[in-house]
């Protein structure tokens, strides 16, 4: 049973950081792409960044230069280090692994997001 478990989330003022990991049980981590999704209420769900290895990584347009992703193979863990956040960034945070072939595709129950001052 493959389990992925977010930690993280709060509310933070604008112009403030957070870090968000997520922990992946199993044997998949080593195997999967990572990645981190957002959903604010009434949007659909988007790409905030994905990782397969420390020099592969890919950014949503409106996060890029402000967030990071990286992993620790050694903890079966995906970090997102988000900095000077911004309103528009509440959402639910999902972290995901995903692999084409053989296929699989997990999802986390989600962390909150919120800025505001």
């Known amino acids: 049973q493959v389990q992925l478990v977010e930690s993280g989330g709060g509310l933070v003022q604008p112009g403030g950081s957070l870090r968000l990991s997520c922990a992946a049980s199993?044997?998949?981590?080593?195997?999967?792409?990572m990645g981190w999704y957002r959903q604010a209420p009434g949007k659909q769900r988007e790409l905030v960044a994905t990782?397969?290895?420390?020099?592969?990584?890919n950014y949503g347009d409106s996060v890029k230069g402000r967030f990071t992703i990286s992993r620790d193979s050694a903890k079966n863990t995906v970090y997102l280090q988000m900095n000077n956040l911004k309103p528009e960034d509440t959402a639910v945070y999902y972290c995901?692994?995903?692999?084409?072939?053989?296929?699989?595709?997990?999802w986390g129950q989600g962390t909150q997001v919120t800025v505001s001052s």
């Open positions: 199993g044997s998949i981590f080593s195997l999967s792409v």
């Open positions: 995901n692994a995903k692999r084409s072939l053989p296929r699989w595709d997990y």
């Open positions: 990782i397969i290895t420390s020099s592969s990584t």
